[in-house]
């Protein structure tokens, strides 16, 4: 689609895209912060998602139940908390690719990266080996780090890490499928992003997937910058876990609960090690309360404890709007919103040397958010941004990202974007 369009650099432009956008009325249902009394442009949903308006209803409503019926909130009324986990499920399985008995709202991302890594990471004296991506997340590595040392294990030598090749910024699909293939029949795990946060490179998730599989390697994707952003089909593709945060582009409030999906093909297997708590366990059993552990069919089975009812309520609001605006429509609008942000940047910071762009090119190899690296000035560019009432994010060592999201972000944000990094930018030529 993006690619049909014929592209412009002025205020006219911007504007008749986003009254032919069908999904322009969603910006008005999201809180903007303000900037000197002004409503900032918000391009940091890769890092907290704005806050939709209907949440503090969500949230009073379980308030209300809370008051009105105490402990029988658990049992009676249509949102009962005894089930309330099944309200997301639909929502979750559209996002994610998925059926609804593969996916389950608990707990926090890293947590539950860990407790998946517990009956996903089982290595044995031939099959200890994981490969993940170079310069992941922070927690992803300290987490990869100590399930190594858990397990006795030297992560140093565990541990294979996929670097880009000399002078290049993002990953090649057949460098990750080669090294899976080297690794072989000593690869117990591929466990990395799905979408990588500082480059914004989506990852080929189903290739990767297939060739884990033909060396009997499990793969597992951490979802935190691709949920909500990126396409994913996780149970087609047969991916066999994934976890991800619902803050970022899922707009569920910070620190929110996390999600996660693991494969139909793992959703009987009783005897999986696993961390279990009564959550998990037969939910028609559950108040025998007697011993040995019968987990439940699917992803629930790896839940522990009982559902974090506000913390749900404030992601239900979110994900009604996304059910309500349609993922497909949402990732259309993405393509061609970030594809203008890119024709912008080009069009402005062209030969001046400033600013590279290291998120690739094809839009199928990324989501909402452009890297950009920045060759001169530093932080200051950044920093410029900033005084202009531009949010973004800056991650060490030198990248500014810039994620303008389908649901609250306009083609004026992005333009009024463009005109402030045209004036900045002349500082730093
Ligand atoms: C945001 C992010 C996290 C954050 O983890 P929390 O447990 O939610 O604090 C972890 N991993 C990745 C890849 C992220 O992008």
């Known amino acids: 689609m993006s690619n049909q369009i014929n592209f412009e650099y002025s205020l006219s432009f911007a504007q008749k895209m986003d009254e032919q956008d069908p999904l322009k009325s969603f910006r008005s249902k999201f809180f903007f912060p303000k900037f000197d009394g002004k409503e900032a442009i918000y391009f940091c949903g890769n890092s907290l998602g704005l806050q939709p308006k209907t949440t503090q209803s969500y949230i009073q409503k379980e308030l209300d139940n809370w008051a009105e019926m105490a402990v029988d909130g658990h049992f009676h009324g249509e949102d009962a908390w005894y089930h309330i986990r099944k309200k997301s499920k639909p929502a979750l399985a559209e996002i994610v690719g998925a059926h609804e008995h593969e996916v389950v709202a608990m707990n926090n991302l890293t947590s539950n990266l860990h407790f998946l890594m517990v009956s996903f990471y089982q290595p044995t004296a031939k099959r200890f080996k994981i490969i993940t991506e170079a310069g992941a997340f922070p927690s992803d590595m300290y987490m990869l780090e100590t399930q190594v040392k858990f397990h006795g294990l030297n992560p140093d030598e565990v541990i294979v890490e996929l670097a880009p090749r000399e002078g290049e910024h993002t990953l090649r699909t057949e460098d990750i499928l080669l090294a899976i293939k080297e690794q072989g029949e000593e690869l117990a795990l ?146 061609t919103l970030t594809s203008y942000l890119e024709f912008l940047i080009e069009e402005i910071s062209g030969d001046t040397g400033v600013i590279e762009i290291i998120t690739p090119k094809n839009v199928k190899e990324r989501g909402c958010q452009l890297s950009l690296l920045i060759h001169k000035g530093g932080k200051a560019v950044f920093d410029e941004f900033y005084k202009n009432g531009i949010v973004g994010d800056w991650r060490n060592p030198n990248v500014i990202r810039i994620a303008p999201t389908p649901l609250y972000n306009s083609f004026e944000d992005v333009y009024r974007f463009a005109q402030i990094l045209e004036k900045s930018i002349k500082k730093f030529v």
Not at 220 to 242: E, I, R, S, T, Y
Not at 256 to 266: A, C, D, L, R, Y
């Open 190 to 335: 591929v466990m990395m992003a799905g979408l990588q946060y500082y480059t914004g490179q989506v990852f080929d998730m189903k290739a990767i997937a297939q060739v884990a599989k033909e060396v009997g390697a499990y793969v597992g994707f951490d979802l935190a910058h691709a949920a909500g952003n990126a396409p994913l089909a996780l149970h087609d593709w047969g991916v066999d876990f994934a976890t991800w945060c619902s803050y970022k582009y899922m707009n569920s409030g910070p620190g929110n609960v996390s999600g996660i999906f693991v494969h139909e093909k793992h959703a009987e297997k009783p005897d999986m090690i696993r961390f279990a708590g009564w959550w998990g366990h037969d939910e028609g059993e559950r108040f025998k309360m007697e011993k040995g552990f019968k987990p439940m069919f699917g992803a629930d089975g790896w839940q522990l404890a009982n559902s974090n009812v506000l913390a749900l309520a404030a992601h239900q609001a979110s994900l009604d709007i996304f059910q309500e605006a349609g993922i497909k429509n949402l990732r259309q609008k993405s393509e």
